[in-house]
Structures are given as C-alpha cells and as structure tokens.
C-alpha cells in the first residue's frame, strides 16, 4: 500500500473516531444521549439497557473518555497523517505502541470488569489504526514519486 493510500485511509480512520467521540460525548445529557446508550450498551453485548438511563459516574467517564477519544482522533489526522505522508518512522513507530499500550490497558481492565465484549470492538479499532501504520517507510513508490 503507497504511503499516500496508508494517509488516506488513516485520515478516514480519523474522522470515523471523531464522529464516535461526539456521538458519545452526549451521555451526560439525559434528552439526547441515546447515541451514548447506545454505543456503551453495545460494547456490553448483548444490547439489553438502552433505554436505561446513565448513572452520574457512567456520565462522567464516558464524557472523559470521549474528549480523550476526539483528542486521538486530531492526533490521528493532524500529525499521524502527515508522518505517513512523509514515511516518519518514529512518528508510526510511536502510535503503534501507543496504540498497543491503549489496547492491553483497555482490554485487561473491560475483562476484569467482566467485559469481554469490549475487547472486540476494540480489536476492530486497533486493526483500523495498525493497517495504515505497519509497514509504511519511505522507500513506499508514493513517497519516490513525490505523490
């Protein structure tokens, strides 16, 4: 894949988290927080609370979570997108582990948490982030090219 095609498709990758960060940056307002309900209900398969409403702490995490979230999603698209562009392995080398780091954390506190759902959709995101990311180097014909 050209390092242009790897940008390209990390930039989407961007705005699709930036687009569920604000869909679940609504939880603390109970009148238009049925985006969030959703969106926590499902990573807690099977979906069986979306018409509960969220308890205060539920409210505040996901509103930290989802600032952190769209505050990746820029990285993601404002500097990981151009150090594709330009084959930047240090710059790829760090979001990969980044991203790895995220994962184990994430995924070991949602099993202990006894929710083992989560690390599926996690496991989606990651693949998402890691497909642009693993193998891109300079020598890519996009970056020869000058494209």
Known sequence: ????????????????FGIYSLLWATAPFDAINFPARLILDSADWPVDNL???LDKETQ??????????????IF??????PAIREGNRPIIRTTIVAMVVWYV??????LASGVG?????????LALVLIPLIGAKKSDEAFRVGT
Do not use: E
């Not at 993601?76 to 997108?81: F, Q």
């Open 60 to 73: 505040l995490l996901s509103a930290i979570g989802s600032g952190l979230l769209a505050a990746i999603a």
């Open 117 to 125: 759902s989560n690390v599926i959709f996690n496991s989606v995101y």
């Open 1 to 16: 894949m050209s390092l242009q095609l790897r940008a390209k498709f990390m930039m989407v990758v961007s705005i699709v």
């Open 76 to 81: 993601l698209g404002g500097i990981v997108v």
């Open 51 to 53: 018409f509960s409403p």
């Open 105 to 110: 954390i994430d995924g070991v506190g949602s």
